[in-house]
């Protein structure tokens, strides 16, 4: 069943136009990943899905839903979650305290609401198990400032997981980590429940190769190639770009 689908996508930006005419259908459960180089529209995308951006032309749907309109929270509310290339955690707050607020904005309950102790353990708890699966356990207490960049970017994922969502944007999540970083990442992100529908945005190819269902390729805004990694890796277009340019991608094909 088609999750989120994206119906003739355009989006100009003044004169410039940063996506042509993108339709793309990703199903209950896919894991699609977005590349392209520098340029193309994979961050302009995204933002049309999240909501960050309203598309000059052309609609988003989510389950059926007709989202185009809709602001980033009403998405999210109902599912669609996201992590961008920027920084996006409150600096000041410690990393417990970071996810703690996403899980509790999440569950709607205003601090003062806080009528029992149940509840109160039970946002605990959440933010616990998340902190946990990211490997930033032992970092709870410790300003989101003062952590690694890498961990930063882990703990970016950490806020958006705390919404449970149904399906995840990720636009470079393991941009700006070390190798051992990226490799952590990218077995945390092979580890999420096969239910999650994912799109990623992701320049390392052995990541993309290795956790998505489907690739497809921009190209100045618009889509060269879709199709399985076997298929976009021999698509002679995606060959053309990126051989030469990329050690990397080169490998893969
Ligand atoms: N808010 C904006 N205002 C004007 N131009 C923009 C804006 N956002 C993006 N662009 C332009 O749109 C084009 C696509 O940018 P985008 O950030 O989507 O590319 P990208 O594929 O994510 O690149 P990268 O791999 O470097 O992250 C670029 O030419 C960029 O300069
Ligand atoms: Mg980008």
Redesign the pocket.
């Known amino acids: 069943m088609t999750q989120l689908k994206a119906d003739h996508l355009h989006k100009d930006f003044g004169g410039l136009t940063a996506l042509v005419d993108v339709t793309l259908e990703v199903k209950s459960g896919e894991r699609r990943a977005i590349i392209g180089p520098n340029g193309a529209g994979?961050?302009t995308f995204f933002k049309l899905l999240a909501g960050e951006h309203i598309p000059t032309s052309g609609r988003v749907y989510f389950d059926g839903q007709d989202i185009t309109h809709l602001p980033v929270h009403a998405r999210a509310n109902l599912g669609l979650s996201h992590t961008f290339?920027r920084n996006n955690l409150f600096f000041d707050l410690t990393v417990f305290e970071n996810v703690r607020l996403a899980v509790q904005h999440h569950r709607r309950l205003a601090w003062q609401m806080f009528k029992s102790a149940g509840s109160y353990q039970a946002i605990n708890e959440e933010t616990e198990k998340i902190l946990s699966q990211l490997g930033l356990s032992d970092h709870r207490q410790q300003l989101a400032r003062h952590l690694a960049y890498g961990q930063q970017r882990s703990l970016e994922v950490a806020l958006a997981l705390a919404t449970e969502p149904r399906a995840l944007l990720l636009?470079?999540p393991t941009a700006g980590m070390s190798p051992a970083e990226t490799a952590e990442m990218a077995k945390f992100i092979e580890s999420l429940p096969r239910s999650l529908t994912m799109l990623i945005?992701e320049h390392d190819m052995d990541v993309v190769f290795s956790l998505a269902d489907r690739i497809t390729a921009l190209h100045y805004g618009q889509v060269i190639a879709e199709g399985s990694p076997e298929e976009v890796r021999s698509n002679p277009m995606v060959q053309e770009i990126y051989l030469g340019t990329q050690s990397a991608v080169k490998r893969h094909l």
């Open positions: 994979k961050t290339q636009d470079e945005v």
